[in-house]
């Protein structure tokens, strides 16, 4: 008898594995649920220091002023966390980059605000901060608007090539 007329010596029992369940068009992954719900977790801790900043004073530079641009902010940390929610649920390319662009435009019009009413004091500082911030503001500004073109193209980009694959 050769090895290839004998009889396995060991009793092998089959077993049947069950195929992953397919994952429909825009349902996103395990992964990227993970990636969403974590950035809705740091987006509600965002708020809720930036909601708070002012009564526990931690930076001596903010003025009173900040509760006016407070309002601002909150929105925007807020729609963040409304569009990773509905990430949830729905993260087609087409979907993610219209909410982008949406954000995109949210975070443009807080950073003008910010920085027209400037909350800002560092006055006490021999350093130019004021000067700094200002530079850095208009630098979000500047960035934020090439986000809203960007996001916007690929909206429109996205949506002419039909319907694809989630993000």
Do not use: C
């Amino acid at each position: 008898m050769t090895l290839i007329d004998r009889p396995p010596t060991v009793e092998t029992t089959e077993t049947t594995q069950t195929e992953p369940r397919p994952i429909r068009r825009g349902e996103p992954t395990a992964g990227r649920r993970f990636g969403y719900t974590v950035s809705i977790v740091i987006n509600a801790v965002m708020l809720f220091i930036a909601n708070n900043l002012m009564e526990w004073e931690w930076f001596p530079w903010l003025t009173n002023e900040y509760d006016r641009v407070l309002p601002w902010i909150a929105f925007s940390i807020g729609a963040t966390m409304i569009v990773n929610a509905m990430y949830l649920a729905y993260d087609m390319q087409w979907f993610k980059s219209l909410t982008q662009a949406g954000l995109a435009v949210i975070a443009f019009i807080v950073t003008v605000r910010l920085f027209r009413i400037f909350p800002f004091d560092f006055s006490a500082y021999d350093f130019p901060w004021t000067g700094i911030t200002e530079a850095i503001l208009i630098l979000a500004i500047v960035g934020t608007a090439i986000a809203v073109v960007v996001e916007g193209t690929r909206f429109i980009v996205r949506l002419l090539k039909g319907p694809s694959e989630a993000a």
